[in-house]
C-alpha cells in the first residue's frame, strides 16, 4: 500500500516508468489556508517536456485534483474523546 501512496509511482502510473528520464520536482508550495502541498513535476520527453500538478490529500495519498475545502461543521464528535 505504501507504494501506492508515494509521488512516483503516481507519476509512473500516469506517465510509465521515469527511469532514466528527466523527471523533476520544479514547484513545492502548500497553501496558506488548508496546509495543501501542491508540487509540480516536469518530465522531459524527445517530443518536449510537460508539466503535471499533484497535490497531496490528508490521507497521505498524492492526485492530479486537490482535495475539498473542509467546511465549518457542527458537533460535539472532537470534545467526545
Same mark, same amino acid.
Do not use: Y
Given at each position: 500500500?505504501?507504494?501506492?501512496?508515494?509521488?512516483?509511482?503516481?507519476?509512473?502510473?500516469?506517465?510509465?516508468?521515469?527511469?532514466?528520464?528527466?523527471?523533476?520536482?520544479?514547484?513545492? &508550495?502548500?497553501?496558506?489556508?488548508?496546509?495543501?502541498?501542491?508540487?509540480?513535476?516536469?518530465?522531459?520527453?524527445?517530443?518536449?517536456?510537460?508539466?503535471?500538478?499533484?497535490?497531496?490529500?490528508? &490521507?497521505g495519498t498524492w492526485h492530479v485534483f486537490p482535495p475539498c475545502q473542509r467546511r465549518p461543521e457542527m458537533g460535539i464528535g472532537r470534545m467526545?474523546?
Amino acid at each position: 500500500m505504501a507504494g501506492n501512496k508515494s509521488l512516483r509511482s503516481q507519476v509512473e502510473k500516469l506517465v510509465g516508468t521515469t527511469r532514466g528520464r528527466a523527471a523533476r520536482v520544479c514547484v513545492l &508550495d502548500r497553501s496558506r489556508s488548508g496546509g495543501t502541498w501542491c508540487v509540480r513535476i516536469q518530465l522531459d520527453r524527445s517530443t518536449g517536456s510537460f508539466s503535471l500538478f499533484f497535490f497531496r490529500h490528508a &490521507d497521505g495519498t498524492w492526485h492530479v485534483f486537490p482535495p475539498c475545502q473542509r467546511r465549518p461543521e457542527m458537533g460535539i464528535g472532537r470534545m467526545a474523546a
